[in-house]
């Protein structure tokens, strides 16, 4: 079981990225995405959370209406499209993977967990 983020990167304020979270030993189709991420000096937080049992979502209020998430089953890859990025918004983002039931605030509900990826945000 493996999660691969990526795309990550230096971006100007106001501008996007796309991240990936590549699946492998698994399918996401039967489970919860999320992604939560760490700025540096702060504990991890959830920010996104997509179940692929009913395509529900959930956002962070510091996220919503600015990020996207979203899953392609036939490329076993989640996604966290990323626009209006704030300098607020650098940290390290991990996707993980969990029961439909799991909570996006809760790092326990999530078996597996990728690598991290950074994404800094200029001003």
């Known amino acids: 079981v493996q999660l691969v983020e990526s795309g990550g990167g230096l971006v100007q304020a106001g501008g996007s990225l796309r991240l990936s979270c590549a699946a492998s030993?698994?399918?996401?189709?039967?489970?919860?995405i999320a992604w939560f991420r760490q700025a540096p000096g702060k504990e991890r937080e959830g920010i996104s959370w997509l179940s692929n049992y009913d395509g529900s979502t959930t956002y962070a209020d510091s996220v919503k209406g600015r990020f996207t998430i979203s899953c392609d089953n036939a490329k076993n890859t989640a996604y966290l499209q990323m626009n209006s990025l704030k300098p607020e918004d650098t940290a390290v983002y991990y996707c993980?993977?969990?029961?439909?039931?799991?909570?996006?605030?809760?790092?326990?509900?999530?078996?597996?967990w990728g690598q991290g990826t950074q994404v800094t945000v200029s001003s």
């Open positions: 030993g698994f399918t996401f189709d039967s489970y919860a």
């Open positions: 993980a993977a969990g029961g439909i039931y799991s909570d996006y605030r809760l790092e326990g509900d999530f078996g597996a």
